[in-house]
């Protein structure tokens, strides 16, 4: 495996290899040995999996906040998705800053998100499905949320954003006075 750091701090693209024959395909999803500096004292403690079917659509932008605050390792397993970290951690010199990573399942790029970033992602392919591992458990009174088209974030979806959940819809836009998160 092969960590590339992104210019998001703490936020990485985790390159691996897939072997190829007349059977098929094989590629290591996760290794402890191989991410022990990646991953320090956490372990994975939860694994989900979600599929959008229709290209567009936006899932996200995601977080918990402290004490419950996860680090998420998201891999593409089927089509093609548009993956986006945005930094919120207060004092961070990303502090609003956002980054985009194509992950589909023939490069086998993971996007690594630390704590205290938000996650969120546009399918631009049909039935594009993603397996999410995360160091913390899913707290539904720590979760927030930022709205896609928030402008102070200004991120650049590469198609045109449809199918957003009610939930994500909802989400406050980010307050001027917004000092990020204390992790």
Not at 34 to 58: D, K, P, W
Not at 119 to 144: K, M, N, R, V
Not at 158 to 163: C, F, G, R, S, W
């Given at each position: 495996m ?18 190829a ?8 999803v996760?290794?402890?040995?191989s ?11 939860q694994?989900n999996?979600?599929?959008t079917?229709r290209?567009?659509a ?35 010199a ?16 993971m996007?690594?998100?630390p704590?205290?970033?938000?996650h969120?992602?546009?399918?631009l392919?049909?039935?594009?499905e993603?397996?999410y ?11 927030g ?19 957003l959940?009610s ?7 980010l ?9």
């Amino acid at each position: 495996m092969n960590v590339i750091p992104t210019p998001i701090a703490g936020a990485f693209v985790v390159e691996t290899r897939t072997h190829a024959d007349s059977r098929g395909a094989f590629t290591r999803v996760y290794c402890a040995q191989s991410l022990a500096e990646l991953m320090g004292s956490r372990q994975i403690v939860q694994i989900n999996h979600s599929r959008t079917t229709r290209a567009g659509a936006v899932r996200g932008m995601h977080f918990q906040r402290p004490p419950y605050a996860e680090m998420k390792l998201v891999r593409c397993i089927r089509g093609r998705v548009w993956d986006v970290v945005v930094d919120l951690r207060a004092g961070s010199a990303t502090f609003l800053k956002w980054h985009a990573q194509e992950l589909d399942m023939e490069s086998a790029r993971m996007l690594v998100i630390p704590e205290g970033c938000a996650h969120g992602f546009q399918a631009l392919e049909p039935d594009s499905e993603l397996i999410y591992l995360h160091t913390a458990f899913y707290t539904p009174l720590a979760e927030g949320g930022l709205r896609h088209d928030d402008p102070t974030l200004a991120i650049r979806w590469p198609l045109e954003p449809i199918e957003l959940s009610s939930r994500d819809r909802s989400h406050p836009l980010l307050p001027d006075d917004f000092a990020g998160i204390q992790v």
